[in-house]
């Protein structure tokens, strides 16, 4: 007999005999929803909402956050800071390089702060729990979860096309076929596609969604860069201008500078 209509099920424990308890005979009753039920099956057996909470993040991804914000902030404050202040003391303002210059490092430093932005609160190909991803559930995880049981000492699950079951996301992560392969990182405590690197700065994995904005970032420190250095090559500042300007001789002999 099936619990779950004609959806394929596997026993949860093995039938009490006879002279079994009245307990033994309950268990052995259960049954769990097999590798070809369905996701209805499953999700009436383990639903979504009864699954055991994701795991808790590690405080580096709280804190590292604030590393990466410091030095983007201080970048922009120092390079644009400069470059203002240079720009500002030449002789003329309105010329189109200062204005130019201007321009840039501004622009520079508002994409940095959205790329930031995008890295600390935009997607990054994390896993989410759905029926998709939770179902079918592996058999000894299925075991564990109806006995409430720990996690503790069971590895992750191997399914087809290189596909593999995280015991602490309880998530299927795809193969090198369907965008993976998955990973866990240990810091953000989830389970990611197209994983890159997690990086220190920021407390963020870089996957492929993000990767672009990353490199954006360190595009926007080198272009930063290069416009403040460009201010200084460039543009000359107005006392410079006067002091190498040659003196006026009035009639009467008094000096004009």
Known sequence: MSCLGEDACVPCGESGDGDGDAADGVQGTLLLPGP????KAWATAFPLSALPSLPERRPGYYSEPCCGISVVTAFCVVLVGLTISRLGASNDGSTALVTTLRALIVTWAVVAALCVSYLLFGANDEIARSPATCYPVPQEVAQRLRNSASFEGIQNAQGPNG????VRCLVWRPGSREGGPGHHCRTCNRCVTGFDHHCDVF??????RNLPCFHALVFMLLAGVATTACSYALVTPRSALELAAPPRVLMGGALLT
């Not at 596909?163 to 995280?166: G, S």
């Open 36 to 39: 070809e039920s369905t996701e």
């Open 163 to 166: 596909r593999t079951y995280c």
């Open 203 to 208: 407390g963020r994995c870089i996957t492929n």
